[in-house]
């Protein structure tokens, strides 16, 4: 199984991969993209099993990238999995009406997170 882990932070990156990792997940299985410009490059190159994605992002934001990702035909129903601070009633809703499966808001201890991820996984 495939996560792209998209993330400004390199740090809120490392800690998404590290709980991924603790629970099982091979670190190979893991990519990392540093904005959603860079995911959606890499999601054209590599089959991506789950999203994993931070809205406030420079140059392309989780929302735009949300938009441009399920435009595509294999990732029509591809699980992606906001975890971000926005928290607004209304940023839920426009994200899900985006096409985001599951939001988190930050800050997320690993247990949460990893019990968000857990049906997604297959655990």
């Excluded at 904005?35 to 735009?64: H, S, Y």
């Excluded at 985001?100 to 808001?105: A, F, G, I, P």
């Amino acid at each position: 199984m495939k996560i792209l882990i998209i993330d400004d932070s390199g740090v809120m990156r490392r800690i998404h991969k590290n709980v991924l990792i603790e629970r099982g997940i091979a670190e190979d299985d893991l990519i990392e993209a540093e904005d959603g410009q860079v995911a959606l490059a890499l999601a054209t190159k590599f089959p991506i099993d789950l999203f994993l994605l931070d809205w406030n992002m420079p140059r392309l934001n989780g929302l735009e990238f949300v938009k441009a990702v399920r435009a595509l035909v294999q990732y029509q129903r591809t699980p992606i999995i906001m975890i971000t601070s926005e928290a607004a009633r209304y940023s839920v809703l426009e994200a899900i009406q985006a096409g985001v499966t599951n939001y988190v808001v930050k800050p997320v201890q690993g247990e949460a997170l990893y019990a968000k991820l857990g049906p997604y996984l297959g655990k």
